[in-house]
């Protein structure tokens, strides 16, 4: 049973656009959410939180929208730059572990 | 910075083989997991522990154990590869508390034939 899902396996978007990324959850217990980025042959790094308590959370040209109500949480990249180029997780957690999702791979194009 | 280490980039071993996969913090974390991600699959957890000689099992533990000697040092066994073990295998590590971000390695690219 998948607990955190990203529905979405790829994403193109014009430089200079809003990316979209979109993450949903099952788990109720869940009350911390986390974004990572992966670019090839590296590991993923994390790239921006949010507490269940909140539901926005910004940090330079990436934000985090919760919705608990849905259990559901978006990452928007304004202007997106070709270098966003990457497979993005979206993880949560309730307890020591996280529950990663399947990734979403975002191409910028220039 | 945090730096974590997996000791190969790319391992190539025969079914039926012990597999050893090492993994070093500099930063003190209290917290060291192992990931496996596969495509379509995402990154699942396969052992974790949260001090020295503490383990818990993952999502997905079977085939796998793991060692913590030491503070810094992680290490992950395959006690007898087999080819579904084929994957990319991630170290990560985090301070103690639950909401801490992981800082992961740079991945071991297992080929079991």
């Known amino acids: 049973d998948q607990q955190v899902k990203q529905n979405s396996p790829s994403l193109s978007v014009q430089e200079g656009r809003i990316s979209i990324l979109n993450c949903d959850y099952t788990?109720?217990?869940?009350?911390?959410f986390l974004w990572y980025k992966k670019y090839p042959a590296e590991g993923p790094t994390f790239l921006i939180s949010?507490?269940?308590?909140?539901d926005k959370n910004e940090d330079g040209r990436f934000t985090v929208f919760l919705n608990k109500s849905a259990k559901h949480l978006s990452l928007h990249i304004v202007p997106s730059q070709p270098g966003d180029s990457a497979v993005y997780f979206c993880?949560?957690?309730?307890?020591?572990?996280?529950?990663f999702g399947k990734g979403t791979k975002l191409s910028v194009i220039p | 910075d945090v730096k974590v280490t997996q000791s190969s980039r790319y391992l190539v071993k025969r079914t039926g083989e012990k597999v050893f996969l090492e993994c070093v913090q500099d930063m003190d974390h209290e917290n060291m997991f192992w990931y496996r991600q596969d495509p379509g699959l995402g990154l699942r957890l396969i052992y974790f522990?949260?001090?020295?000689?503490?383990?818990e099992k993952g999502d997905i533990p079977e085939g796998y154990s793991v060692s913590r000697e030491k503070k810094e040092r992680f290490s992950l066994i395959l006690e007898s590869a087999s080819t579904n073990q084929t994957s990319m295998y991630l170290c990560?590590?985090?301070?103690?508390?639950?909401?801490?971000?992981?800082?992961f390695g740079n991945g071991t690219r297992l080929t079991v034939t």
């Open positions: 788990n109720s217990m869940f009350d911390y």
């Open positions: 522990s949260y001090d020295v000689k503490m383990k």
């Open positions: 949010i507490s269940s308590i909140k």
């Open positions: 990560a590590s985090s301070e103690r508390g639950k909401n801490s971000p992981l800082h």
């Open positions: 993880a949560a957690t309730g307890s020591y572990q996280l529950t």
